[in-house]
């Protein structure tokens, strides 16, 4: 089958100047892993949140620095994580490896990000956290959300992997939380060469504690030594927080990716209203087809990481319309983000029920469009056209 349009895995192509800042820290990092260009990266990222230098840590990819906010929650026998169903896996199961029981929260069938209503409805007394997901690019309500949390005395987690940039009342998404995690894969809005993430820490005493949490415990020695290299070239000593011990791991992003996301930080905003710019447009051009339901925002609420749709006339007018659109098209849409509780995976650990209908129905008739930054100007007006045609056949 002759596909025009793929739904890429990978969303943007670097330019010059990029590429010139990869292959000069190729030739130069010393060493080229926990150096200059990872110091320089996590200061431009916290300066670009504004939030407070040293609060942000580059890592290998966004599970990674999930793994790391689920250890510094400490969770007990009985603990609970409220999380949306509707997102993808690594938001939730790195939390359940350190113990905590996920609680399935819905979403808005409009924005399809969890609301501090649908939060609400699953608080317990045995809530430990809460994690938010700022799904395809869209920033939840954060004020109502962290108001809700701290009422509650609930730890807030921000996953924020693919909304860099979005922003609620001029507070960037990633900047309310207890802690936060970005990722930099190769299919969000800024990539790092294939991997990379962010972790976001509020409390000192926590940041203090993810250097030696992120690098096999390393650190230095608590005495003066006369000779450096007595009795070794550093420590390794068992990270604690709060009193608490925590097995270290190590999850070091390179000095070469690091340098790339620096770079890219200063194109970032460029990146996400150029796709939102083109998401309107597409949008705005199918307004004859109510059929599809888009969710559109016309600020930086929304920096448009995917671009998705319901179909309203249901799941057999959904799958028609993407069979058509590959087999006459040659357009491939996806749909993505299958209900966690859905999953073989999370059934066979306990975790398989829930309350989510507005999850459930929004899942069984999206449809995710080819959206990389990319596209050409001609494959999108192909795509447009071709969405139309598919539409007026089906009708």
């Excluded at 905590?100 to 939060?119: L, Q």
């Excluded at 395809?136 to 004020?143: L, V």
């Excluded at 924020?160 to 936060?180: H, L, N, T």
């Excluded at 040659?330 to 398989?352: M, N, W």
């Amino acid at each position: 089958m002759d596909i025009k349009i793929n739904f890429s895995g990978r969303s943007l192509r670097y330019t010059e100047e990029e590429i010139d800042v990869v292959v000069e820290a190729m030739r130069n990092a010393e060493t080229l892993t926990q150096g200059r260009y990872r110091d320089e990266f996590e200061r431009k990222f916290a300066s670009y949140q504004e939030v407070p230098p040293g609060t942000c840590f580059a890592v290998t990819n966004g599970c990674a620095a999930l793994e790391m906010s689920a250890q510094l929650c400490r969770f007990k026998p009985g603990d609970e994580i409220v999380i949306p169903s509707h997102t993808f896996t690594a938001s939730c199961y790195p939390y359940i490896k350190k113990g905590a029981r996920p609680v399935w929260a819905d979403i808005d069938p409009h924005t399809r990000v969890a609301t501090a209503e649908s939060i609400e409805k699953r608080i317990t007394p045995h809530t430990r956290a809460v994690v938010v997901v700022h799904l395809y690019g869209y920033a939840a309500d954060m004020p109502e959300i962290t108001r809700l949390c701290k009422e509650r005395g609930i730890i807030l987690i921000e996953d924020a992997a693919q909304a860099i940039g979005a922003e609620v009342g001029g507070r960037k998404a990633g900047s309310f939380g207890d802690m936060s995690i970005f990722s930099f894969h190769s299919h969000k809005n800024l990539t790092t060469l294939g991997e990379g993430g962010m972790l976001y820490v509020k409390d000192k005493a926590a940041a203090a504690v993810i250097p030696a949490l992120r690098h096999n415990g390393h650190c230095d020695y608590a005495f003066a030594r006369q000779d450096y290299w007595k009795p070794a070239m550093g420590n390794v000593a068992v990270p604690r927080f709060e009193g608490e011990k925590l097995m270290p791991n190590n999850f070091c992003l390179g000095e070469v990716e690091c340098a790339l996301g620096a770079k890219m930080l200063d194109r970032i905003d460029s990146i996400n209203d150029e796709k939102r710019a083109r998401a309107l447009h597409f949008i705005d051009s199918l307004r004859g087809f109510p059929e599809l339901e888009f969710h559109r925002v016309a600020d930086r609420r929304h920096n448009y990481h995917l671009l998705a749709a319901r179909m309203t006339a249901g799941p057999r007018k959904r799958d028609a319309f993407m069979r058509a659109m590959l087999a006459d098209k040659g357009i491939k849409c996806v749909v993505q983000y299958i209900p966690l509780d859905r999953y073989d995976f999370y059934r066979e650990l306990g975790f398989g029920e829930a309350d989510c209908p507005n999850a459930d129905a929004f899942f069984d008739s999206m449809i995710s469009f080819p959206f990389q930054h990319w596209l050409s100007e001609a494959d999108l007006d192909y795509m447009l056209q071709a969405t139309r045609d598919v539409m007026t056949t089906l009708r």
